[in-house]
């Protein structure tokens, strides 16, 4: 069973306004959250991460919000670019596990 | 700086062939991973290594095999292939374990007929 999930498969945006990609989990155990990113044919890179004592963890353009009590992240680009389409994994992990555990992906497209 | 390279980049193999993944790393990391993308699955983790000489399963396993002789290098082998397993492979190291960033490669198309 599928323990990060993200329900959007696809976002389109406005170059310039706010993206809000949204990412909910299951375990409660997860403790360590991170974002990537994705071009085609290419590996995914690290965007940004939060630690679970934090709510809100900012680099940038890109913010990311921890609401543990929902489990749910979301990752807020601000001002949106047209480079910054691609598809976004969140992924999770807890201290004593031995993985980390993905989402399937939001694709983000920034229209000019 | 090359960070984590995979060899080959695509490959198409027939049912019960056999096949070796390369992964190279130059950061000196001990953590290693492979994973497979499949669509609407996202990543899943298929072995793991914490340190060289050591392997570990991950989430989807079976059908594979790895090694990790040196600590550069993580292998990941198919014996006999399966349709099942036509996927994109990815490899990923780490400095830290579980509380770090995972640096990727590039991926590896691989087609079972």
């Known amino acids: 069973d599928q323990q990060v999930k993200q329900n959007s498969p696809s976002l389109s945006v406005q170059e310039g306004r706010i993206s809000i990609l949204n990412c909910d989990y299951t375990n409660s155990m997860f403790d360590y959250f991170l974002w990537y990113k994705k071009y085609p044919a290419e590996g995914p890179t690290f965007l940004i991460s939060?630690?679970?004592?934090?709510d809100k963890n900012e680099d940038g353009r890109f913010t990311v919000f921890l609401n543990k009590s929902a489990k749910h992240l979301s990752l807020h680009i601000v001002p949106s670019q047209p480079g910054d389409s691609a598809v976004y994994f969140c992924?999770?992990?807890?201290?004593?596990?031995?993985?980390?555990?993905f989402g399937t992906g939001t694709s983000l497209t920034v229209i000019p | 700086n090359a960070g984590v390279t995979q060899t080959p980049k695509f490959r198409v193999l027939k049912t019960g062939q056999s096949m070796t993944l390369l992964c190279a790393q130059d950061?000196?990391?001990?953590?290693m991973y492979w994973y497979r993308q499949d669509p609407g699955m996202g990543l899943r983790l298929i072995h793991y290594s914490v340190g060289e000489g050591t392997t570990a399963k991950g989430e989807v396993p079976d059908g594979y095999n790895v090694s990790r002789l040196k600590k550069q290098n993580f292998l990941l082998g198919l014996e006999s292939a399966a349709p099942s397993q036509t996927s994109v492979y990815f490899c990923a190291s780490s400095l830290f374990y579980l509380t770090g960033e995972l640096f990727f490669g590039e991926g590896s198309r691989l087609t079972v007929l």
């Open positions: 939060i630690s679970s004592i934090k």
């Open positions: 992924a999770a992990s807890e201290d004593t596990g031995n993985q980390f555990y």
């Open positions: 950061m000196n990391h001990e953590y």
